[in-house]
């Protein structure tokens, strides 16, 4: 008898199951296009915000191209100047 009311039970399940299988395929439907829809649009503005900031880089290339330059000069210029006497430590 309790084979019977497994086998019972498991009918059951299975008609419920093939009831809800057109939902359930909608549901589904429905997750893929919103996360689809998600990541095309996430790919989108990270193209834009691409674009926009090479934009801004380009156009502001005349101010901090001459001091990139500036400071690379002094900075080589700091280097190559300063020189130790010998047998004197840097930290004492």
Do not use: D, Q
């Not at 919103?34 to 990541?39: L, R, T, W």
């Not at 191209?65 to 690379?72: D, E, N």
Request: aromatic share 8%; net charge positive.
């Amino acid at each position: 008898m309790k084979t019977f009311l497994k086998v019972l039970l498991y009918v059951a399940v299975a008609m419920v199951a093939i009831k809800l299988l057109p939902l359930t395929l909608a549901l589904g439907i429905i997750l893929a296009l919103v996360i689809g829809f998600g990541v095309f649009v996430g790919f989108s503005m990270l193209a834009v915000l691409l674009g926009v900031g090479l934009a801004v880089v380009a156009a502001l290339a005349p101010i901090w191209l001459p001091a990139l330059a500036v400071v690379g000069i002094v900075a080589l210029i700091r280097k190559t100047g300063r020189r130790l006497p010998e047998g004197r430590a840097r930290y004492p």
